[in-house]
């Protein structure tokens, strides 16, 4: 026996997965058309997409009295109120007005008025005809809100046809009670709680200042005392290791892009030379170099 609730979530992913399934097929219908010519899509291809669209909304409703989505979730459209199955004729109503009424206007109302005489007559029509889709459109939007609040609260009804037509969708079986652990639970919150402390507290945290003290403490040197020059001469940048961009040094004899060593020493006021161990002393400091001398 079908059960008068059905849960929300479900109703939704059921949904979501008809549509994720519809953008793989209609990806795939495309493809059968690749090779043929252009003109044919040009002319037919709105007509070929609702035609695509209706039969996947149609067929398993005919058949399965549910859509692919809601057949996973073991749903079902029954008549509103009572535990019997919805009619095909109602079903295929649903399909219809689901898909091919925003076709109907579009490509054959819309169509006959542009095939009258360009008179004073055919344009005021045709204006009208535009100022009454935006009108049905908000309209439309307006009430479909209105359905989906109503639903988020009575879990009845997740689209306005549904509603409209007096169908919905119920379990075909028995469900039973989900049962939720404590200690999922309790993980759950845990790692919640442990990302948004990581969130708040990274930001606060000078990675570059905390950075610069490990190299200068545990890494190895990789000169010599004697080998240590106290001249200029250097044409690399230190810390990219490339032709510096508008060179700069901050009294060492060594050089070093601008943004390189402006950004460390903005986050690290205390910054030493890997190479000579001369500090910084912040970013006023910094000195332009003359190309020249490089």
Not at 31 to 45: E, Q, T
Not at 127 to 144: C, G, I, N, P, T
Not at 252 to 260: D, E, K, L, Q
Request: with cysteine.
């Amino acid at each position: 026996m079908a059960s008068n609730f059905v849960r929300r979530v479900d109703q939704l992913d059921a949904n979501v997965l008809d549509e994720e399934l519809l953008h793989l097929l209609n990806t795939q219908y495309r493809k059968a058309f690749i090779y043929l010519p252009n003109s044919i899509l040009a002319r037919l291809g709105p007509e070929l997409d609702v035609l695509f669209k209706f039969l996947f909304k149609y067929l398993p409703l005919s058949v399965l009295k549910c859509t692919f989505g809601q057949n996973l979730f073991q749903l079902q459209y029954h008549r509103s109120g009572s535990h019997q199955l919805a009619s095909n004729n109602r079903l295929c109503t649903l399909a219809f007005i689901s898909v091919c009424v925003p076709w109907l206007w579009d490509r054959i109302v819309r169509k006959i008025i542009l095939t009258w005489p360009n008179n004073e007559l055919s344009n005021k029509t045709l204006d009208a005809s535009y100022v009454l889709e935006r009108k049905f459109s908000a309209a439309h939007q307006l009430f479909a809100l209105i359905n989906f609040c109503i639903f988020l609260q009575k879990s009845t009804y997740l689209t306005l046809y549904e509603r409209l037509l007096k169908v919905r969708p119920l379990y075909s079986v028995q469900q039973n009670i989900r049962s939720v652990q404590n200690d999922n639970i309790d993980r759950e919150l845990l790692w919640h709680g442990l990302s948004e402390f990581l969130g708040f507290a990274l930001p606060l945290i000078n990675v570059t200042k905390i950075k610069g003290f490990f190299k200068r403490t545990f890494m190895p040197k990789s000169y010599k005392s004697h080998y240590k020059k106290y001249f200029i001469h250097n044409n690399l940048c230190s810390i990219c290791g490339d032709i510096p961009n508008f060179p700069h040094t901050f009294g060492c004899s060594h050089v070093f892009c601008y943004y390189c060593i402006s950004s460390i020493v903005l986050a690290d006021p205390a910054y030493l030379c890997l190479d000579c161990d001369i500090k910084a002393n912040g970013i006023e400091n910094l000195k332009p170099l003359d190309s020249a001398k490089m």
